[in-house]
């Protein structure tokens, strides 16, 4: 649901003829935040763990259980991981077949593969892995800080934490914030017979798996020894 969604509202902004065609990055902000809304409510019962970083902050904070019944297990987290990375090839897969016509027009490559996976608009390894980590660190550190606080916002404030970080935190990297919502769909656009797709660009597919991981277990750490 999340990458459904989530490559859903994008595909609508950057690929042609559509009728979203350049409605321009906070309406993927928002798009974003919503499928992170619905990713929660439909995954509910694992704790809405959509996100590896997020699992690994969750372990990484001290927390014995996932959610009541489900131990924070190194073998439970690698579930939850494989799960996460499966279900967002599938969710980038069935957006690709409503925009099915749509990715058959004639545009560039990397706007076709912008739809599955994210990208610098500069690129710089190193730099680009900070962003993700920095990034990654405000989305799993407020995550966890909700739940030591009364707030009875749920999925709805998850979700405009992410409009949030997009909106400041997006720019250079377009924001992966989750090695899983960048990976698997990277799979998928390896995988599925798009015209003219071009590269999924390997070569920068470890950035947006390692700072969102970095970022995550950092947070975690922190979330152990913060006051509030």
Do not use: C
Request: net charge positive; proline share 6%.
């Amino acid at each position: 649901m999340l990458l459904l969604l989530g490559a859903g509202v994008v595909a609508n902004v950057i690929l042609p003829k559509t009728k979203g065609a350049g409605g321009g990055t906070l309406m993927i902000n928002w798009g974003w935040g919503i499928a992170v809304f619905a990713g929660v409510y439909v995954g509910y019962k694992s704790g809405a763990h959509l996100n590896p970083a997020v699992t690994l902050g969750v372990i990484a904070s001290g927390a014995k259980e996932f959610v009541p019944g489900v131990d924070a297990s190194a073998l439970n987290a690698v579930l939850y991981i494989v799960a996460q990375t499966a279900g967002a090839a599938v969710g980038a897969a069935f957006a690709y077949l409503a925009y099915k016509k749509h990715f058959d027009e004639q545009a560039d490559p990397a706007v076709k593969l912008g739809v599955f996976s994210t990208g610098p608009e500069l690129r710089s390894y190193g730099w680009n892995f900070v962003t993700e980590a920095i990034a990654t660190f405000v989305l799993v550190f407020v995550i966890l800080t909700f739940g030591k606080s009364p707030s009875g916002l749920g999925p709805l404030a998850v979700a405009l934490l992410v409009v949030g970080i997009g909106a400041s935190l997006g720019g250079p990297t377009g924001y992966a914030i989750n090695p899983a919502r960048d990976f698997g769909p990277r799979i998928a656009h390896a995988l599925l017979p798009i015209k003219g797709k071009g590269s999924s660009d390997w070569a920068y597919s470890w950035v947006p798996i390692a700072g969102p991981l970095v970022g995550g277990l950092v947070a975690g750490l922190f979330s152990k020894v913060y006051p509030g």
